[in-house]
């Protein structure tokens, strides 16, 4: 909260309403879906309903709790007259606006502003550093059992299934996306939908993951070959991972983050796959799976100490099928460190 009022204070902001709930939990430890925090320079109270009223208060320690008796609305007023707030900040980006229109009144200005806790969120702590490595070693620990069940006559969706339980098994609440497995030509849609397919010998097959743990999540890709890979699924794949190595290379305090994207994109568009490649280099997670920052030619943020991204270029040609290939990497003083550590040479799978 600390650093918070200190951003605040920089900034001109003295009561900030906080509303998306991953910014509440991050605040004050609340996993309740229904909360939000008033933050003045001297005070906070998280401010939910009756369902969560012994919940908020065996999570949310050291901080002032109030339970709204009507509507949420009236609630978070009062609560700003209480603190003697005239103009209260929101986040234009998860306030609504039929939730806007009831918070007006006479007596208090509302202004909007970015997300000024989603950017504190994006330089993560030892503890957070510790539950992301957390996700990461059950959903590799998950990935490395699935691959025994990928064979010719496998089905995508039976495969997703799987390694949702497995991550689940191994203790992720849930897992951070609905995982895809998309083979042969289903790899040409970077976020194919698992479907009845059923997987052939010599395809590739590219499987996006990610599991959960303390509340933090992982993002992780890896593109495998079923059977001896031709030359042409060899080329693509090795192209994709000198892509993922020079922007992971170019990853260091300071670095603006479209020179990440840059760096990748550069060496797929000087091997003729530009037209192939139509995503971001890669986002930030942590409460969310996707969050700040964003790797891509439009990205006006630098990389930053202590920031947590993914760095995942890939090729995807219609008609032939697809390769990613993403890791997640920590940056420190030094530069980008690694956090996954799945091989990531083009395994092939033995057929049956």
Known sequence: ????????????????????????????????????????????????????????????????????????????????????????????????????????????????????????????????????????????????????????????RELGLKLEFLMREKGSRKAAFDPIVASGRNGAMPHASVSDRRIKQGDLVTIDFGAEADGYFCDITRTLSVGKPTPRQREIHDLVLRAQQAAIATARPGVPCKSVDKAARELITAAGQGKHFGHATGHGAGLMVHEGPSLSALSREKVGQGMVFTVEPGVYIPGWGGVRIEDMVYITENGAKVLTTLPKELESLKSL
Do not use: C, H
């Open 1 to 156: 909260m600390l650093r918070l009022r200190l951003l605040m204070k920089e900034k001109g902001i003295s009561a900030l309403l906080v509303t998306r709930q991953e910014n509440v939990r991050y605040l004050t430890g609340f996993t309740g879906s229904s909360g939000s925090v008033l933050v003045t320079g001297g005070r906070s109270s998280l401010i939910t309903d009756f369902r969560y009223r012994l919940q908020s208060r065996r999570e949310a320690s050291g901080i002032a709790v109030v339970i709204q008796k009507t509507d949420w609305a009236r609630a978070v007023r009062d609560t700003a007259a209480r603190v003697g707030a005239d103009t209260l900040w929101f986040d234009e980006s998860s306030l609504t606006l039929d939730r806007i229109k009831k918070l007006r009144q006479p007596g208090l200005r509302l202004k909007g502003y970015r997300d000024l806790v989603g950017e504190l969120r994006q330089r993560k702590d030892e503890q957070e550093l510790a539950s992301i490595r957390k996700a990461i070693a059950r959903a590799e620990g998950s990935f490395r059992e699935l691959k025994k069940y990928i064979r010719p006559g496998a089905v995508e």
